[in-house]
């Protein structure tokens, strides 16, 4: 079955998500007012966000990035943390995402929750570890988890002065038919709670996607080389629309050139509407959340070995 076609909602508005960073901008440098912010520790609120401000004042950002489905692994009560890998093994990945208002200048949106989730080094996804990734992978249990272990992988960050979050997880696995992927919502509105986050409303709802050769350079490495299987490039994925930035792809910097297996850095500025609400059920493939950790419509039915 083709995985390409048109599965993706073309329209876009003044009002919709954006992804910025990368992309054609408005007055030119906010894409490096992006980077700056995601990287610069240093850098200070008051800087970013004149450099922001300055660079959009004329217009509104130019490059959009719709909305899509939120897939069929989400759990709600992710917990608010930095580092969201439980011990999970795989290649390091910093993620560094920048949260701006696209319906007023692209201003920083200080507060905002951003939430993460993807599956492990095999294809598994914490809470749904009966959903066989496909092809040939150990039983997730092997890597030292149980069905118990349902929060590795997720989590929330709420952005800072600049808009900034910033996560320390590990390059994402695959399962079929999907390309290697990470889930984000981001949340305005709410509150940290008993170390969640509650209340609010979701206003942009998509993924994030990989380099298909630097993902396949990372699956040849221990513990992803275990999987083995047919893996759905970036061409082939029936969500990602090969808009580059725009669509979700994320630049990725080596942390020590010509060895993967020291980490990347990942990073993407996410333009929202705070007033907007999305529910979620976006576009593309992955269907919804399916009930009581049941396999979805998109990954084989019959559970992994044990």
């Not at 093994?89 to 939430?115: K, N």
Request: with cysteine; proline share 6%.
């Amino acid at each position: 079955m083709s995985m390409t076609g048109n599965h993706k909602d073309t329209s876009i508005t003044r009002r919709r998500a954006l992804a910025v960073t990368g992309g054609t901008v408005a007055a030119g440098g906010l894409a490096f007012a992006g980077y700056q912010a995601a990287f610069a520790d240093e850098t200070t609120a008051a800087e970013t966000t004149t450099a922001t401000a300055t660079s959009s004042s004329s217009s509104t950002c130019m490059t959009l990035m719709s909305s899509v489905t939120e897939g069929p692994y989400h759990l709600d009560g992710a917990l608010v943390r930095k580092d969201i890998t439980e011990g999970k093994s795989g290649v390091p990945l910093t993620l560094r995402l920048t949260v701006v208002d696209a319906a007023d200048g692209c201003t920083p949106v200080p507060g905002a929750a951003v939430e993460i989730w993807h599956c492990d080094a095999w294809g598994y996804y914490s809470g749904y570890t009966t959903a066989n990734p496909g092809g040939s992978a150990p039983a997730e249990s092997e890597d030292g988890s149980t069905a118990d272990d349902n929060t590795y992988l997720r989590g929330y960050q709420i952005a800072n002065a600049n808009g900034v979050v910033k996560f320390e997880t590990i390059f994402p696995g695959w399962y079929t038919p999907r390309t290697c992927h990470i889930h984000v919502k981001v949340h305005t509105g709410g509150e940290k709670e008993d170390g969640t986050y509650e209340g609010g409303k979701v206003n942009y709802t998509g993924q994030f996607f990989f380099d298909d050769e630097i993902a396949q350079e990372i699956f040849t490495l221990e513990p992803y080389s275990q999987h083995s299987g047919s893996y759905t490039t970036l061409d082939n994925d029936m969500v990602y629309d090969g808009g580059g930035a725009s669509s979700g792809l994320l630049t990725l910097k080596a942390v020590k050139k010509a060895d993967p297996s020291k980490g990347y850095k990942g990073f993407l500025t996410l333009g929202i509407d705070p007033d907007a609400e999305n529910t979620g059920a976006g576009s593309g493939g992955g269907g919804g959340t399916p009930p009581d950790g049941t396999p979805p419509s998109d990954a084989p039915s019959a559970p992994a070995s044990s």
